[in-house]
């Protein structure tokens, strides 16, 4: 187990990542404005079982890979680019609808799919290079050889990453989740709001495949 005063400053660390903005943060932002809160939870799941990709992959050297080969770091921050205009031109060709008070009670994140709102999540977190190079650099600043297995410890660390994520992500979540669901009664909310998405998605996009390792 990790000694305390590691956790102690780790943690508050992670919190202050998580807080500052982000493509991660304004992801779930989006989404949870769009679908709704738990559309958002899930996504914020997605982003976690990412985090969790990344630190295995730091764990077993793999990130390493990515730190020194261009090709590598490009192919997967190309697909992940592909991806978010993916969502971006979904966002545009999206129509509106005209939503009753039962409809509105209706789970707006079970008209997407449960499973492909973790889907996005993890997508959106696992082909940006950039994070696992992060990940890298940041997490073995908290480990130390003399206190037993690497790797472990490199999984501990990952998992107070986690839970930060969920902490400040799930309020994103919630508050964006709360305002989304109030504008979707409107029309011209819904289509002001998927315009803007799509605008966000290519912002992403171009972020992600112009970033340098």
Not at 71 to 81: E, H, P, Q
Not at 127 to 153: C, E, H, W, Y
């Amino acid at each position: 187990m990790l000694p305390l005063d590691v956790i102690a400053l780790f943690f508050p660390l992670c919190i202050l990542l998580a807080l500052t903005p982000g493509p991660d943060n304004i992801f779930v932002l989006t989404q949870s404005a769009l679908n709704g809160k738990l559309a958002g939870i899930l996504v914020v799941l997605g982003l976690c079982t990412g985090v969790l990709v990344h630190t295995t992959a730091v764990s077993l050297g793999v990130a390493a890979i990515f730190k020194a080969s261009p090709t590598a770091f490009n192919v997967l921050k190309i697909i992940g680019a592909l991806y978010l205009l993916y969502l971006a031109w979904g966002a545009f060709r999206a129509k509106t609808e005209n939503i009753t008070v039962d409809q509105h009670k209706q789970n707006r994140a079970q008209k997407v799919g449960y499973f492909k709102l973790y889907q996005r999540g993890i997508i959106m977190n696992v082909t940006n290079p950039k994070v696992s190079i992060f990940f890298l650099s940041f997490l073995p600043q908290f480990a130390d050889p003399t206190r037993g297995n690497m790797s472990l410890q490199m999984i501990q660390l990952g998992g107070f990453f986690i839970l930060s994520t969920i902490l400040v992500f799930g309020g994103i979540a919630f508050l964006a989740g709360a305002v989304g669901e109030y504008l979707q009664r409107s029309s011209k909310a819904q289509t002001i709001m998927n315009k803007t998405a799509g605008v966000v998605f290519i912002a992403l996009a171009i972020k992600l495949a112009t970033i340098q390792q």
